[in-house]
C-alpha cells in the first residue's frame, strides 16, 4: 500500500491538491489520508469549500508520500511548529515529499529546501528565497538533487504535471499515462498567458490584484511579515 498524506490548512487553495489527488488516488494499493492537527472540516480560500482532514499528524507518523499544497494559509502555516516538525520527521521515511505552489515556502521553513533549487508560484518567489531555497522561476517541476526525495512544483495547476511525475516515478510510465488519460489531461487553452514570461504587464498586474483579494487582511499581514522577520533574526544570529 503506497499512503499518500496531503496535507490541510485554513485557507488553502483547491486546486493546488485536488488536481494531485484526482491523480495520486489511482496508484496501485494507495490510501489517500488529508491532514491536519486533528480531522474535522476545514476552510478553503474562498471562504466557500470546505474539505474535511480526515487523520491527525499523530495518526499519520510514516506516509510514503507527502504533499503540502499552496494558498494565502502558507503564511501561517509556515509558522506552524506542529506542521513544520512533524514534516522534519516524516521526511527520511518518505519515498517523496513534495509541494505545489506555495506549500515549497512550508517544505522550505521546515528546513528541507536549505540551499536546495526549489520552485513555487510565480508570485512567491521572494518569499522562498527568504526561507533559504534557491527560487528557479522557468521550471515547472524542480527536483531539489538528482538523488533528493524532494520535489516542487509552480503555482495551482502544476500540481497535476507534478502529481503525473510521481505517478510514473511510484508505479511507471504505463500507469501515468493510463492516469493522464483517465483524468483526460490534454491541456489545450486558447490563451497563452499561463507563465509570467509569457504574459503582457497589463496581464500580470491584473492577475497580481486577483491574488491581493483577502491578503490585505490582518491576521495574514501579521503572519506574513513575522515570516519574514523569523528568518531574517535567524541569519543576524547566524552571523554573530
Known amino acids: 500500500m503506497t499512503q499518500i498524506a496531503i496535507v490541510l490548512y485554513p485557507q488553502f487553495t483547491a486546486l493546488d491538491f485536488i488536481g494531485p489527488y484526482e491523480v495520486l488516488r489511482n496508484l496501485p494499493d494507495a ?84 540551499g536546495l533549487p526549489a520552485t513555487t508560484h510565480w508570485a512567491a518567489m521572494t518569499a522562498l528565497t527568504a526561507q533559504g531555497a534557491r527560487a528557479v522561476s522557468d521550471e515547472r517541476i524542480v527536483r531539489a538533487l538528482p538523488d533528493q526525495d524532494v520535489v516542487t512544483a509552480a503555482g495551482v495547476s502544476a500540481g497535476i504535471d507534478l502529481a503525473l511525475w510521481l505517478a510514473e516515478q511510484i508505479a511507471g510510465k504505463a500507469r501515468a499515462e493510463a492516469i493522464q488519460l483517465f483524468i483526460e489531461y490534454d491541456p489545450q487553452p486558447h490563451i497563452d498567458s499561463g507563465h509570467r514570461s509569457k504574459a503582457s504587464t497589463r496581464t500580470v498586474a491584473s492577475s497580481t490584484l486577483l491574488m491581493t483579494r483577502g491578503i490585505e487582511t490582518p491576521e495574514l499581514l501579521k503572519a506574513g511579515m513575522q515570516l519574514l522577520w523569523d528568518r531574517a533574526l535567524v541569519g543576524v544570529r547566524a552571523r554573530r
Not at 507518523?61 to 502555516?77: E, I, K, M, Q, R
Open 31 to 114: 490510501e489517500v489520508r488529508f491532514v491536519w492537527h486533528e480531522p474535522g472540516p476545514i476552510v478553503a480560500d474562498s471562504g466557500v469549500l470546505v474539505v474535511g482532514a480526515t487523520h491527525s499528524f499523530d495518526e499519520t507518523p510514516s506516509p510514503d508520500v507527502v504533499l503540502v499544497p499552496g494558498g494565502p494559509g502558507f503564511l501561517a502555516t509556515s509558522k506552524d511548529q506542529k506542521v513544520l516538525e512533524w514534516l522534519r520527521a516524516v521526511r527520511p521515511g518518505a519515498c517523496w515529499t513534495s509541494s505545489v505552489c506555495t506549500g515549497s515556502v512550508v517544505l522550505a521553513a521546515a528546513g528541507l529546501l536549505d
